[in-house]
Nanobody, 124 residues
Framework: QVQLVKSGGGLVQAGESLRLSCAASGLTFNTYRMAWFRQAPGKEREFVATISRGATNTFYSDSVNGRFTISRDDGKNTVYLHMNSLRPEDTAVYYC?????????????????WGQGTQVTVSS
């Protein structure tokens, strides 16, 4: 059984930082591409960032590029999202996801496994 368990999230003020983590089990973690998505109330699920197997490739959405950093620790089967300079528009439920796909993938339908969402709220 594949499990993606997230920690982190919460309420922060604009300009502050937050780190999300997602620990995977039930899969060979180092063979999977990992990603983060988010979904705000009334909006569709939005791509945030992805990182390849071996961490040789990362890619970010324009809205978070330069502020967020995705990383992975294969020894801990964990992917992280470091969020800096947070803005109220970053408020959303954040999800981690995994795929065995080879190339860079930014669509939700490209991912096979999903964790439970965690709420991030940024106050102005």
């Amino acid at each position: 059984q594949v499990q993606l368990v997230k920690s982190g999230g919460g309420l922060v003020q604009a300009g502050e930082s937050l780190r999300l983590s997602c620990a995977a089990s039930g899969l060979t973690f180092n063979t999977y591409r990992m990603a983060w998505f988010r979904q705000a109330p009334g909006k569709e699920r939005e791509f945030v960032a992805t990182i390849s197997r071996g961490a040789t490739n990362t890619f970010y959405s324009d809205s978070v590029n330069g502020r967020f950093t995705i990383s992975r620790d294969d020894g801990k089967n964990t992917v992280y999202l470091h969020m800096n300079s947070l803005r109220p528009e970053d408020t959303a439920v954040y999800y981690c996801a995994a795929t065995a796909g080879w190339s860079t993938q930014t669509g939700p339908t490209d991912y096979n496994y999903w964790g439970q969402g965690t709420q991030v709220t940024v106050s102005s």
